[in-house]
């Protein structure tokens, strides 16, 4: 949203003359299109770098941004996000030639440097991922949000826009994940590294639907989000999650069609930029209102040009993955740009670069063939990479053109590599830079090796032998390593549990290290069900639920001994089937997600018991369960620490 002053509109009135001036702007636009007011005998690149701000000691989410900002308020490139652990740094636009790349790469390098320095002193570290390996739930609690009216006002207008009751995750990868929210700030998971290429109005047609194109390939080998809340999923999990974290959606019985307003797109593109912004007008409704408004035909008419706001908050509030800008350049010449959001953040600065380079260099290259791409590939096939992109990343197997099929990989070596490097030629890129970054996602083609893939791999290695909040934390911190030694990630090696040196469970909350694949019981089940599902289980602890999923009680290992060892004293004078609800502890003491592990352990030993139930809100809904052995673990890791410590 960049420096616009927003609001949520206080009347109908309001809403309508902003609405007045949306619709001069896409006229103004219109004009200035058809009478070439605009920039277009230079093209220039530039970037935005969002990063995650994590605590020095837990590598969980340091929610300090405010704090960094008035500590280098001096840097006009510097702003926050919207959640407290997230900043941007804002790349200054180069002419794109020559040593552009690497001035790109360097400048990402020196604002990052110094706003490490700053956070060092605060207990902190800065990391460049698509998501945050240990993001919690409740990190993204409305408290979170940055304190600043333009946040807000996003959120109360989504929330605003929203026909269910709450905001949904559904994903499934390896693991899954299914969890509602109360605020679309779930959006704050993601990270980017965003991309923008400036364009003539006579080839954004083309370019445009080029960057389409492109967008599967260069997501695939650039994938790096795979870790939501500790559950493997997609590759490039931002991907769904964005657009799930904003979909104001619902489920209905009928087949209305709704788009979600982070898409992809419907279509090739076909007459000008006008098309996507005439769609986006059309298809969502308007969110948010500037509070300085101007009359852009007015503007047009006094021969000056428009700024366009209104367009441009509307638009700041549709989430395409190629998105068309509007912008004023230095010498107050229009102009018009495709920024790439696709692209995360990491897993180093150079990755990310090279991510840009190839990105840049095979739009330009695949322009030769931009008459010709809308025939030789048809949209439901891009769409349908874009899709599996997301999900397999470099495992991917892509449709191409004349209907072959290529794998990731090889489409990436064999076929665009080659155009990529055609195309930053034909910019006249320093030759030792092109090699320089195309050389990284070629090694990171031949060893399979995406940040990805390294995350999954990583995780799933550390899993074996720890909890996964500590597997987690050590991920973290491994990224963290790396990254400052400004390494790509196709020479990373995979962490072990002893490379992070002070981890400190003590911290924890219940939900971090609470069993959530629960086996469970209902009251009118039989006691014999229980006593041989918790004999196969080999678990002491039953919870019992009603068909809700509200706790109701809990057997243990020592009430079916007890009942077990009466039953036979009786000597089968009785002929009666015992129920869960005959025996259950009703009354059983739990805990919340929120609860620190300190208080859980409190609780189990002053009241002598080895679980407690985890249960949330008022209807005590069941969600999770802790046990004496999760606790022992966590122990145990502690004395291995300390033993290897000496």
């Given at each position: 949203?960049?420096?616009?002053?927003?609001?949520?509109a206080?009347?109908?009135?309001?809403?309508?003359?902003?609405?007045?001036?949306?619709?001069?702007?896409?006229?103004?636009?219109?004009?200035?299109?058809?009478?070439?007011?605009f920039?277009?005998?230079?093209?220039?690149?530039?970037?935005?770098?969002?990063?995650?701000?994590?605590?020095?000691?837990?590598?969980k989410?340091?929610?300090?941004?405010?704090?960094?900002?008035?500590?280098?308020?001096?840097?006009?490139?510097?702003?926050?996000?919207?959640?407290?652990?997230?900043?941007?740094?804002?790349?200054?636009?180069?002419e794109?030639?020559?040593?552009?790349?690497?001035?790109?790469?360097?400048?990402?390098?020196?604002?990052?440097?110094?706003?490490?320095?700053?956070v060092?002193?605060?207990?902190?570290?800065?990391?460049?991922?698509?998501?945050?390996?240990?993001?919690?739930?409740?990190?993204?609690?409305?408290?979170?949000?940055?304190?600043?009216?333009?946040?807000?006002?996003l959120?109360?207008?989504?929330?605003?826009?929203?026909?269910?009751?709450?905001?949904?995750?559904?994903?499934?990868?390896?693991?899954e994940?299914?969890?509602?929210?109360?605020?679309p700030?779930?959006?704050?998971?993601?990270?980017?590294?965003?991309?923008?290429?400036?364009?003539?109005?006579?080839?954004?047609?083309?370019?445009?639907?080029?960057?389409?194109?492109l967008?599967?390939p260069?997501?695939?080998?650039?994938?790096?989000?795979?870790?939501?809340?500790?559950?493997?999923?997609?590759?490039?999990?931002?991907?769904?999650?964005?657009?799930?974290?904003?979909?104001?959606?619902?489920?209905?019985?009928?087949?209305r069609?709704?788009?979600?307003?982070?898409?992809?797109?419907?279509g090739?593109?076909?007459?000008?930029?006008?098309?996507?912004?005439?769609?986006?007008?059309?298809r969502?409704?308007?969110?948010?209102?500037?509070?300085?408004?101007?009359?852009?035909?007015?503007?047009?008419?006094e021969?000056?040009?428009?700024k366009?706001?209104?367009?441009?908050?509307?638009?700041s509030?549709?989430?395409r993955?190629?998105?068309?800008?509007?912008?004023?350049?230095?010498?107050?010449?229009?102009?018009?740009?495709?920024?790439?959001?696709?692209?995360?953040?990491?897993?180093?600065?150079?990755?990310?670069?090279?991510?840009?380079?190839?990105?840049?260099?095979?739009?330009v290259?695949?322009?030769?063939n931009?008459?010709?791409?809308?025939?030789?590939?048809?949209?439901?096939?891009?769409?349908?990479?874009?899709?599996?992109?997301a999900?397999?990343?470099?495992?991917?197997?892509?449709n191409?053109?004349?209907?072959?099929?290529?794998?990731?990989?090889?489409?990436?070596?064999?076929?665009?590599?080659?155009?990529?490097?055609?195309?930053?030629?034909?910019?006249?890129?320093?030759?030792?830079?092109?090699?320089?970054?195309?050389?990284?996602?070629?090694?990171?083609?031949?060893?399979?090796?995406?940040?990805?893939?390294?995350?999954?791999?990583?995780?799933?290695?550390?899993?074996?032998?720890?909890?996964?909040?500590e597997?987690?934390?050590?991920?973290?911190?491994?990224?963290?390593?790396?990254?400052?030694?400004?390494?790509?990630?196709?020479?990373?090696?995979?962490?072990?549990?002893?490379?992070?040196?002070?981890?400190?469970?003590?911290?924890?909350?219940?939900?971090?290290?609470?069993?959530?694949d629960?086996?469970?019981?209902?009251?009118?089940?039989?006691?014999?069900?229980?006593?041989?599902?918790?004999?196969?289980?080999?678990?002491?602890?039953?919870?019992?639920?009603?068909?809700?999923?509200?706790?109701?009680?809990l057997?243990?290992?020592?009430?079916?001994?007890?009942?077990?060892?009466?039953?036979?004293?009786?000597?089968?004078?009785?002929?009666?089937?015992?129920?869960?609800?005959?025996i259950?502890?009703?009354?059983?003491?739990t805990?919340?997600?929120?609860?620190?592990?300190?208080?859980?352990?409190?609780?189990?030993?002053?009241?002598?018991?080895?679980?407690?139930?985890?249960?949330?809100?008022?209807?005590?809904?069941l969600?999770?369960?802790?046990?004496?052995?999760?606790?022992?673990?966590?122990?145990?890791?502690?004395?291995?620490?300390l033993?290897?410590?000496?």
């Amino acid at each position: 949203m960049g420096e616009q002053k927003v609001s949520l509109a206080k009347s109908t009135n309001e809403m309508q003359a902003f609405v007045k001036n949306l619709l001069k702007d896409v006229r103004a636009l219109e004009y200035m299109l058809d009478n070439d007011w605009f920039e277009s005998d230079i093209v220039r690149i530039g970037a935005e770098q969002e990063m995650c701000l994590v605590d020095s000691k837990t590598f969980k989410p340091a929610k300090i941004n405010m704090d960094v900002i008035k500590k280098m308020k001096d840097y006009s490139w510097l702003d926050t996000e919207l959640a407290q652990f997230n900043l941007e740094t804002n790349m200054t636009p180069h002419e794109f030639k020559g040593n552009a790349l690497r001035m790109m790469e360097d400048e990402n390098l020196e604002y990052i440097g110094k706003i490490r320095q700053v956070v060092k002193k605060m207990g902190a570290y800065v990391i460049l991922t698509g998501i945050l390996p240990t993001l919690r739930k409740t990190d993204l609690d409305i408290e979170n949000l940055t304190p600043k009216p333009r946040y807000l006002a996003l959120m109360n207008a989504l929330n605003s826009q929203l026909l269910g009751s709450a905001f949904e995750l559904n994903l499934n990868g390896i693991d899954e994940l299914h969890i509602k929210h109360d605020s679309p700030l779930l959006e704050a998971c993601n990270t980017s590294f965003q991309v923008h290429l400036q364009v003539a109005p006579k080839d954004f047609v083309c370019l445009y639907n080029i960057a389409q194109t492109l967008t599967a390939p260069v997501m695939a080998i650039a994938a790096n989000s795979p870790l939501v809340f500790g559950k493997r999923l997609w590759h490039e999990t931002r991907i769904a999650l964005f657009q799930q974290s904003l979909d104001t959606r619902t489920s209905h019985d009928h087949l209305r069609e709704r788009s979600p307003r982070v898409n992809f797109g419907n279509g090739w593109l076909n007459g000008s930029i006008l098309e996507i912004y005439k769609e986006d007008i059309a298809r969502f409704r308007v969110l948010m209102t500037a509070d300085e408004l101007e009359d852009s035909l007015l503007s047009i008419a006094e021969g000056k040009v428009p700024k366009l706001k209104a367009l441009q908050v509307h638009n700041s509030t549709v989430y395409r993955w190629n998105r068309p800008c509007y912008g004023i350049s230095a010498n107050g010449k229009p102009h018009l740009r495709i920024e790439n959001r696709v692209l995360p953040a990491g897993p180093s600065v150079i990755d990310a670069v090279a991510n840009a380079a190839f990105w840049l260099g095979a739009v330009v290259g695949m322009k030769k063939n931009c008459e010709d791409i809308c025939q030789r590939l048809s949209w439901e096939d891009v769409r349908d990479n874009f899709l599996k992109a997301a999900r397999y990343g470099i495992d991917s197997k892509f449709n191409w053109y004349d209907d072959k099929k290529f794998s990731a990989t090889d489409l990436i070596v064999q076929e665009l590599i080659p155009i990529a490097r055609e195309g930053l030629q034909e910019r006249n890129i320093d030759s030792t830079d092109i090699d320089r970054y195309l050389g990284v996602i070629e090694e990171r083609a031949k060893a399979h090796m995406t940040g990805a893939r390294w995350q999954l791999r990583a995780f799933t290695k550390l899993k074996q032998s720890i909890t996964t909040d500590e597997a987690t934390a050590v991920l973290t911190a491994c990224i963290v390593k790396n990254q400052e030694k400004e390494m790509p990630v196709h020479t990373w090696k995979l962490p072990d549990p002893g490379d992070l040196e002070d981890y400190v469970p003590s911290r924890l909350r219940v939900e971090e290290f609470m069993t959530t694949d629960l086996i469970t019981v209902q009251p009118d089940d039989i006691i014999d069900l229980v006593a041989e599902m918790m004999n196969w289980r080999k678990v002491r602890y039953m919870p019992v639920e009603d068909s809700k999923g509200r706790l109701m009680g809990l057997v243990t290992s020592r009430l079916l001994l007890r009942h077990y060892s009466r039953q036979g004293r009786l000597n089968g004078l009785q002929d009666t089937t015992t129920i869960v609800k005959d025996i259950m502890i009703e009354n059983t003491v739990t805990v919340s997600p929120k609860t620190s592990i300190m208080e859980a352990m409190t609780l189990m030993r002053d009241n002598m018991i080895g679980c407690l139930p985890v249960v949330q809100g008022s209807e005590k809904e069941l969600v999770g369960i802790i046990t004496e052995m999760d606790f022992l673990r966590v122990s145990a890791r502690l004395m291995e620490r300390l033993e290897a410590q000496k």
